[in-house]
């Protein structure tokens, strides 16, 4: 059985946190945040206790109240002990391109430009090229070795946040942005058996050339999160 999370702020069903099958490991990395593993240093078995988690929200939490409580629920259930460090490790720095950027600031949308959502009828739409056909919002699809990123209103902080869970390095973002911005990102890439599309950019490519920003490796100090102690057996309710 795979692991199902739904519920929560920011949800249809902001009551209730609910987390079927769910890996130790990954309830501490929802908790604090964690995006990519290299920036986690925890036991291993934590990958391989799951538990089902029921959680109660109280009324109007914010989802970083919400993670407050998640966290407490682990030292008091589990004992967990965490702190903080840097170390340094391969990153990525986002910058701006030579010419770039190449989108603009966002708009407030007046209610005659906003498109109706597509029909949920659970299959996902792929445009004439293969690329997953994304409704507003802020959103990221992935289907037959095409990926597409929308951003609508969203930081340069989110997005370096969102590449770095595609390039598996954490990402500084240095472009010096401080506005929203609305984008689209689509990229081809390798997906199981089969081949990336040969005329699909690959993501450092689609980054520059689309949004005229650009990846730089770079040796960077990143905070990580590492586990001082943890239980695998939870104290009773």
């Given at each position: 059985?795979?692991?199902?999370?739904?519920?929560?702020?920011?949800?249809?069903?902001?009551?209730?946190?609910?987390?079927?099958?769910?890996?130790?490991?990954?309830?501490?990395?929802?908790?604090?945040?964690?995006?990519?593993?290299?920036?986690?240093?925890?036991?291993?078995?934590?990958?391989?206790?799951?538990?089902?988690?029921?959680?109660?929200?109280?009324?109007?939490?914010?989802?970083?109240?919400?993670?407050?409580?998640?966290?407490?629920?682990?030292?008091?259930?589990?004992?967990?002990?965490?702190?903080?460090?840097?170390?340094?490790?391969?990153?990525?720095?986002?910058?701006?391109?030579?010419?770039?950027?190449?989108?603009?600031?966002?708009?407030?949308?007046?209610?005659?430009?906003?498109?109706?959502?597509?029909?949920?009828?659970?299959?996902?739409?792929?445009?004439?090229?293969?690329?997953?056909?994304?409704?507003?919002?802020?959103?990221?699809?992935?289907?037959?070795?095409?990926?597409?990123?929308?951003?609508?209103?969203?930081?340069?902080?989110?997005?370096?946040?969102?590449?770095?869970?595609?390039?598996?390095?954490?990402?500084?973002?240095?472009?010096?942005?401080?506005?929203?911005?609305?984008?689209?990102?689509?990229?081809?890439?390798?997906?199981?058996?089969?081949?990336?599309?040969?005329?699909?950019?690959?993501?450092?490519?689609?980054?520059?050339?689309?949004?005229?920003?650009?990846?730089?490796?770079k040796k960077r100090l990143i905070q990580m999160l590492v586990v001082d102690h943890i239980e695998k057996v939870?104290?009773?309710?």
């Amino acid at each position: 059985m795979r692991f199902v999370v739904n519920g929560g702020p920011g949800t249809s069903d902001p009551g209730l946190y609910r987390c079927q099958n769910c890996s130790l490991y990954m309830i501490v990395l929802e908790a604090y945040g964690i995006r990519l593993p290299v920036q986690f240093s925890g036991p291993a078995w934590l990958e391989n206790i799951r538990f089902d988690v029921s959680a109660k929200v109280p009324e109007g939490a914010t989802k970083e109240e919400f993670l407050v409580m998640l966290q407490d629920l682990l030292a008091e259930r589990f004992k967990l002990a965490v702190h903080n460090e840097k170390r340094e490790m391969a990153a990525y720095e986002l910058v701006v391109a030579k010419n770039g950027p190449k989108f603009k600031i966002s708009v407030p949308k007046e209610a005659s430009d906003v498109d109706d959502a597509p029909p949920d009828d659970g299959k996902l739409k792929r445009d004439s090229e293969g690329y997953p056909v994304l409704s507003r919002g802020a959103i990221m699809a992935m289907v037959s070795g095409h990926a597409r990123l929308r951003s609508e209103n969203q930081s340069m902080q989110w997005l370096a946040e969102m590449l770095s869970g595609q390039t598996g390095r954490p990402i500084v973002d240095a472009t010096g942005l401080k506005e929203k911005y609305d984008f689209v990102l689509s990229w081809a890439f390798q997906d199981t058996g089969a081949a990336a599309d040969p005329d699909g950019p690959d993501l450092l490519s689609a980054v520059q050339l689309q949004l005229g920003l650009k990846l730089e490796e770079k040796k960077r100090l990143i905070q990580m999160l590492v586990v001082d102690h943890i239980e695998k057996v939870p104290s009773e309710n």
